[in-house]
């Protein structure tokens, strides 16, 4: 669905090389007519839901959103085929804590090369003993 906003914004594209025009003006004046006149999707969390980001599932992974109306979203995930969900369930702005996103977070901060390598190794055994907990945990649920 291409709207007034999505014109101004080909405008400005095609119009960047004018040096007496500012864009970025207008992108703002684009981004309030979509926030004021087109009535946003929410996400689970509430939030309103914008095309372009990345929404996430209750198993943390990501899905793009590619499309959308007042009622619906169309998402994919990864280099996977869309998908049409309804707005409002089963995926948020937020990535869900789990043990693995944890280890995850643990294992960036261990590799930024901000810390000691001693605390950066003992972060690794950190993260390597939440996964190991976590693959225990999938399989007693299974």
């Avoid at 025009?21 to 309030?32: G, I, Q, S, V, Y």
């Avoid at 090369?113 to 945990?137: C, H, P, Q, V, W």
Wanted: aromatic share 4%.
């Amino acid at each position: 669905m291409k709207t007034i906003s999505d014109e101004i914004r080909m405008f400005v594209k095609r119009s960047c090389a004018d040096e007496h025009m500012d864009p970025r003006e207008l992108l703002a004046l684009a981004d309030r007519v979509d926030r004021e006149t087109m009535p946003r999707p929410r996400a689970e969390d509430g939030e309103p839901v914008v095309m372009g980001e990345t929404l996430y599932d209750w198993s943390g992974n990501e899905w793009a959103v590619s499309d959308l109306t007042a009622t619906f979203l169309v998402v994919a995930k990864g280099d996977g085929p869309a998908i049409i969900k309804p707005a409002g369930r089963d995926l948020s702005h937020r990535r869900p804590d789990s043990l693995e996103t944890i280890a995850g977070e643990l294992d960036d901060l261990s590799e930024s090369g901000e810390m000691a390598d001693e605390t950066s190794a003992d972060m690794r055994d950190l993260a390597e003993r939440i996964r190991k907990l976590a693959a225990k945990e999938d399989e007693q649920c299974h």
